[in-house]
């Protein structure tokens, strides 16, 4: 079973910072590497997929890189509406479809 | 549009049984597999198991297996997770996902049943 670490488990920024949340996975799993957004009281939101992948209607500022076991997602100009928590999922050894255990994203 | 709709929240009793609907509208409902993910208080996501829609198979993660049934209507475009042997553990809010491939990723999710378990 492919473990999932992401860090750091919480971080705070300004708006406009350029923000990274890395996550790394205890054997490769090629480019299967999806992140979502996660607002309290809301549904989870896929942004990336395929490690680079930005879903369709996702604001351009976020992007995400990386293969093997380690990987980036990258928010370029943090806006107030990012605070929320993000998770990683790998779907190249399933099942199970782990997550990540999340970075909660706040704005200072 | 592609909408995934959840049925409403349950307060259920130590012991008890819970089974909660998720309504597929907007594509073909056979085609995609759909998952359950929860999220306790306080907790991350946590996959439960995944069935498909057109032949009805499933597989369960681990922690739930023999606790949780996945089964679905093909006639009401609806799945159905049911989970047994409620402890306060199981509070949570549950949510389905519909699996969109080749390159596998969730794509559109359901908007969540809060299951409360209390005595």
């Known amino acids: 079973e492919i473990q999932m670490t992401q860090s750091p488990s919480s971080l705070s920024a300004s708006v406009g910072d350029r923000v990274t949340i890395t996550c790394r996975t205890s054997r490769s799993v090629s480019s299967y590497l999806n992140w979502y957004q996660h607002k309290p009281g809301k549904a989870p939101k896929l942004l990336i997929y395929v490690a680079s992948v930005l879903q369709s209607g996702v604001p351009s500022r976020f992007s995400g890189s990386g293969s093997g076991t380690d990987f980036t997602l990258t928010i370029s100009g943090l806006q107030p509406e990012d605070s929320a928590t993000y998770y990683c999922q790998q779907s190249y050894s399933t099942p199970p479809w782990a997550f990540g255990q999340g970075t909660k994203v706040e704005i200072k | 549009q592609v909408l995934l709709v959840q049925s409403g929240g349950e307060v259920k009793k130590p012991g008890a049984s819970v089974k909660v609907s998720c309504m597929a509208s907007?594509?073909?409902?056979?085609?995609?597999?759909m998952h359950w993910v929860r999220q306790a208080p306080g907790q991350g996501l946590e996959w439960m198991g995944v069935?498909?829609?057109?032949?009805?198979?499933?597989t369960y993660a681990q922690n739930f297996q023999g606790r949780v049934t996945m089964t679905r209507d093909t006639s009401a475009n609806t799945i159905y997770m049911e989970l047994s042997d409620l402890g306060s553990e199981d509070t949570a809010v549950y949510y389905c996902?519909?699996?969109?491939?080749?390159?596998?990723?969730?794509?559109?999710w359901g908007q969540g049943t809060l299951v409360t378990v209390s005595s």
């Open positions: 996902a519909r699996e969109r491939g080749p390159n596998p990723h969730f794509d559109v």
């Open positions: 907007g594509y073909t409902f056979t085609i995609y597999f």
């Open positions: 069935i498909n829609p057109s032949g009805g198979s499933t």
